[in-house]
């Protein structure tokens, strides 16, 4: 038997490529009639100077006069080319004089403030970007008038700089899952060829002029994702099985992914690579934990889920803000560490407000608009099981961070399709009169479609995890009595199971999902079983 080893992880060629990234005249070094070269756009709203003193790197930094409280008008920009997978730690000084500006780094979106209390002296702020594409980002400032501003005031800025994030050395071994094509020749070897590539294309190897009846073996290491094995026989009848009992077999994590060897000039073949993980410390193994339901159906398979998943330990109201500080923060869409507010998360561009964990929690003192601060929504309204009841008032499977304002909108309406919008939030979530076709024909809250599948989850979740006590949950409001149908079987009402069904298939499930699932399993026991199973939606409620 020959035997070769190929070893390729894709992570490790697009290292140098950050390693290189640099802001554009970030010192502030060149400038030309006034204005510093490459800081493309520079508004109305301040105004740019050259000075030697003070500064940071070099021999000049940049005097910013700010003129107006107008925040769409004070931007200072450059555009950064980021590398998909790569890592970029940007940091930029900030001089305050006055103490009634503040200074907000934007990457690709609005990040950190400078602390405009700190005044004649330099301070600096940082982000980590971590970019999800290739693509070329905004990267700058924005000032933002705080109180005190008389109109003009001036910041100065210098050594704008991404510091590359540190590259890890490449571990030892294969950290993807090892994966073994196995080519067996037949009577005339030199005619096969093959290669295999990813699904971008990419070809990670290969082989051709092979010797008669052997069997050589390569070795990939591959990260997770889809790839494309291609063979070919260039006298165009295959390796098997007129000259020969030729074949190709392709082995990861001890299973057969793709076998075969019967056919003319050419065959492709697709595959997926999913790494085996072992189990998280603290998380249950899934097949141990969903092992009472095997071969179970139907109803008696949403009962078997209830005695799986009941009795979870109730951490209290309160006990929310601290799952929210931890858990519940977008790293997902801009990255930035924010509260992930399901009414009011972007997730196509830039948020149009951000909280910070803890700080920005609602109070006492409420809120008056829309991005004063955040609360924690039941998207199984509170009243609909009536009141301030545990475990249900506290159980974190289907309370969300929200907006408390946007919160406030939805009130205890169902969730539903909006024909005409009543009020709609700064992320597109709105409420409304139900759309025609729905099967109901009250207000309803619609919320984007990133979130709509999360919350039909959740639902299920409530419907099965309180099937011992929601029977009598539907006359508690005029909105639990649309919704409920009285039963502790399919619970709902059959709009509501179409709906939720719909709003399932249309938004699987995420990573984020998964995590936040194995964080509620961690903080008070219990698993939303259709996180981990998406396909028990249809075979509890499919008909």
Excluded at 54 to 75: I, K, M
Excluded at 92 to 112: C, M, P, Q
Excluded at 478 to 490: I, K, P, R
Excluded at 494 to 503: D, M, R
Aim: with cysteine; proline share 4%.
């Amino acid at each position: 038997m020959n035997a070769k080893t190929f070893l390729f992880t894709l992570s490790l060629g697009l290292v140098s490529l950050s390693a290189n990234a640099q802001v554009e005249n970030g010192t502030f070094e060149t400038w030309s009639n006034g204005t510093p070269s490459d800081w493309t756009t520079i508004d109305s709203g301040i105004l740019l100077d050259q000075v030697t003193s003070p500064v940071v790197d070099g021999q000049n930094a940049a005097q910013v006069t700010v003129t107006t409280g107008s925040q769409g008008n004070t931007d200072l920009l450059q555009q950064f080319d980021v590398v998909a997978n790569q890592s970029y730690n940007f940091e930029v000084s900030v001089y305050h004089t006055e103490g009634s500006v503040a200074a907000r780094l934007i990457a690709d979106g609005f990040r950190g403030y400078s602390d405009p209390s700190i005044r004649n002296q330099w301070q600096q702020i940082r982000f980590t970007y971590n970019a999800t594409s290739t693509k070329t980002i905004n990267l700058g400032l924005r000032f933002y008038d705080r109180s005190g501003f008389d109109g003009s005031e001036i910041v100065y800025v210098d050594s704008f700089q991404p510091t590359p994030a540190p590259v890890p050395p490449a571990p030892e071994g294969c950290q993807g899952t090892e994966t073994t094509v196995t080519i067996n020749t037949d009577n005339y070897g030199s005619e096969t060829s093959w290669q295999l590539r990813t699904s971008a294309g990419q070809t990670l190897g290969g082989g051709s002029n092979y010797e008669n009846n052997q069997s050589f073996t390569e070795e990939f290491c591959l990260i997770d994702g889809d790839y494309t094995f291609a063979i070919a026989d260039s006298f165009g009848d295959g390796i098997c099985c007129r000259w020969g009992n030729g074949s190709y077999v392709i082995e990861a994590n001890g299973q057969e992914l793709v076998r075969g060897g019967e056919f003319a000039s050419s065959e492709t073949r697709n595959f997926n690579v999913t790494k085996t993980v072992d189990p998280t410390p603290g998380l249950p193994d899934l097949a141990d934990y969903y092992s009472s339901t095997n071969g179970l159906t139907g109803l008696p398979l949403k009962t078997a889920l209830h005695e799986i998943i009941k009795g979870h330990a109730v951490q209290g109201y309160g006990a929310l803000w601290g799952f929210y500080a931890a858990n519940s923060l977008d790293v997902y869409f801009e990255n930035d560490g924010s509260i992930l507010d399901i009414y009011s998360e972007n997730p196509n561009g830039a948020d149009s407000y951000n909280y910070t964990a803890i700080s920005d929690q609602c109070g006492s003192s409420g809120f008056n608009s829309e991005g004063d601060c955040y609360n924690r929504e039941h998207s199984f309204p509170r009243s609909w099981f009536g009141g301030a009841i545990e475990p249900m008032n506290s159980d974190v499977h289907f309370i969300f961070a929200t907006d408390g304002q946007v919160n406030s909108h939805r009130s205890s309406y169902p969730y539903g399709e909006v024909g005409t919008n009543e009020i709609v939030s700064n992320n597109g979530s709105r409420r409304g009169a139900a759309q025609s076709g729905l099967g109901y024909s009250g207000t309803v809250f619609e919320p984007v479609d990133e979130f709509k599948g999360d919350l039909a989850r959740a639902a299920f979740y409530v419907a099965t995890r309180y099937e011992n006590i929601i029977a009598g949950w539907e006359t508690n409001t005029q909105f639990s009595d649309a919704v409920l149908n009285g039963t502790n079987t399919l619970v709902f009402e059959t709009w509501y199971i179409n709906l939720l069904k719909q709003w399932h298939q249309q938004d699987p499930v995420s990573q984020k999902e998964r995590d936040r699932n194995d964080a509620a399993n961690i903080y008070q026991g219990n698993r939303n079983p259709f996180v981990d199973n998406p396909q028990f939606v249809e075979v509890i409620w499919g008909n």
